[in-house]
């Protein structure tokens, strides 16, 4: 929230989602992506406010803007959709699926051929996903607020030590990392 940002008792440690979103078509431009697509799930009005960021991060990059697609919420055949995305010769998506959507995203990038790269961010990335989107032939890019769940870095042990002594049956996620952040502070 941009009102994060000015209250006199918030002090926020990263971008956020806003951020992110802002950052994701920079990077694959970065990465070579020339004409890039936005598919994003449909929220109703605020779906305008997370394609807005990610056209203006867009707007600081050399790409030109692709299709931008809207999908229904719990929609589970992402075929038109994917390739609605990928037609212009888009060769870089920027993913914004909530639910199971972005598993079965990297489902239909397979199937469809497409070969050029992928941005997703984390909150959305299941330890499941990420050992598929190791295994796909697309490239998928995934950005965080933080480090991998599965990094070796102290702090991200201590969550893990943590979590598993709460409940083990708790996913680990940058959600949960963000609140148990957010307990130590306060």
């Known amino acids: 929230r941009a009102d994060d940002a000015i209250s006199p008792v918030s002090f926020p440690v990263g971008s956020g989602t806003a951020g992110l979103l802002y950052g994701m078509p920079q990077l694959l431009a970065r990465q070579g992506a020339e004409k890039i697509g936005i598919l994003v799930s449909d929220f109703g009005a605020s779906t305008d406010g997370v394609v807005g960021l990610i056209e203006n991060g867009l707007r600081?990059?050399?790409?030109?803007?692709?299709?931008?697609?809207?999908?229904?919420?719990?929609e589970t055949d992402l075929e038109p959709f994917v390739d609605d995305?990928?037609?212009?010769?888009?060769?870089?998506?920027?993913?914004?699926?909530?639910?199971?959507?972005?598993?079965?995203?990297?489902?239909?990038?397979?199937?469809?051929?497409?070969?050029?790269?992928?941005v997703t961010q984390t909150s959305f990335?299941?330890?499941?996903l990420l050992y598929d989107m190791l295994r796909q032939t697309n490239e998928t890019l995934v950005v965080g607020q933080f480090a991998q769940i599965a990094a070796s870095a102290p702090g991200i042990t201590r969550f893990r030590e943590d979590m598993r002594a709460f409940d083990p049956d708790v996913p680990s996620n940058e959600g949960a990392l963000n609140?148990?952040?957010?307990?130590?502070v306060f």
Do not use: C, M, Y
């Open 125 to 128: 990335i299941t330890s499941r």
């Open 179 to 184: 609140s148990w952040i957010a307990a130590w």
């Open 60 to 74: 600081l990059t050399s790409a030109s803007e692709g299709p931008v697609v809207r999908v229904p919420q719990n």
């Open 85 to 118: 995305v990928t037609a212009e010769d888009v060769d870089g998506v920027v993913s914004f699926l909530a639910g199971r959507g972005e598993a079965l995203l990297l489902e239909e990038l397979e199937a469809s051929g497409f070969r050029g790269k992928h």
